[in-house]
T-cell receptor, first 112, second 116 residues
Framework: SQKIEQNSEALNIQEGKTATLTCNYTNYSPAYLQWYRQDPGRGPVFLLLIRENEKEKRKERLKVTFDTTLKQSLFHITASQPADSATYLC???????????FGTGTRLLVSP | NAGVTQTPKFRVLKTGQSMTLLCAQDMNHEYMYWYRQDPGMGLRLIHYSVGEGTTAKGEVPDGYNVSRLKKQNFLLGLESAAPSQTSVYFCASIVGWSPSMNTEAFFGQGTRLTVV
């Protein structure tokens, strides 16, 4: 069966450290992968997109890697701040470019 | 520019009642999606549409129907609500598709539905 898995346990880190979140998928052939941020009571907000032929993407303090052999994406937030505390979701768009499916999300807590 | 608007924001239904959730987008987007979000389950795709007049099933379509009669609107219907449909429902839209486009999904603010 198809699965998109993210750590269900919250990730607790100290301010200033790098947060690394993992997204693993099985039985998908994604054209690309996206990362979203979701705050309580709000809809997800887009952060980054990485295509199947790209290894790494950066945007300010954010970095995403994509390994189609391992079927895994890593999402890094460097110099983390308490304001980065939120739930982060990965999403895949299938190669037919129609269905957008999401992982379960990982909650990040950054302590001062 | 309103983006994606969901109506209503909150609703309580009795088991067996019906209702329709409305999603409206003013960005001229082709693709629209309905998701439900339950604790620990992430976003699960219910139905989606890749253009006016088209709909398709997602991962959890049972108990729901949809219609896309106008490009800007995507309706989600519950014909006979069940307590298992208690959830937060999110609508999203994407401009459309080509491999070179750096597209992102825009989400509504969600509809919190309780079925008692």
């Amino acid at each position: 069966s198809q699965k998109i898995e993210q750590n269900s346990e919250a990730l607790n880190i100290q301010e200033g450290k790098t947060a690394t979140l993992t997204c693993n998928y099985t039985n998908y052939s994604p054209a690309y992968l996206q990362w979203y941020r979701q705050d309580p009571g709000r809809g997800p907000v887009f952060l980054l997109l990485i295509r199947e032929n790209e290894k790494e993407k950066r945007k300010e303090r954010l970095k995403v890697t994509f390994d189609t052999t391992l079927k895994q994406s890593l999402f890094h937030i460097t110099a983390s701040q308490p304001a980065d505390s939120a739930t982060y979701l990965c999403a895949l768009m299938n190669t037919g470019f129609q269905k957008l499916v999401f992982g379960t999300g990982t909650r990040l807590l950054v302590s001062p | 520019n309103a983006g994606v608007t969901q109506t209503p924001k909150f609703r309580v239904l009795k088991t067996g009642q019906s209702m329709t959730l409305l999603c409206a987008q003013d960005m001229n987007h082709e693709y629209m999606y309905w998701y439900r979000q339950d604790p620990g389950m992430g976003l699960r795709l219910i139905h989606y549409s890749v253009g006016e007049g088209t709909t398709a099933k997602g991962e959890v379509p049972d108990g729901y129907n949809v219609s896309r009669l106008k490009k800007q609107n995507f309706l989600l219907g519950l014909e006979s609500a069940a307590p298992s449909q208690t959830s937060v429902y999110f609508c999203a839209s994407i401009v459309g598709w080509s491999p070179s486009m750096n597209t992102e999904a825009f989400f509504g603010q969600g509809t919190r539905l309780t079925v008692v």
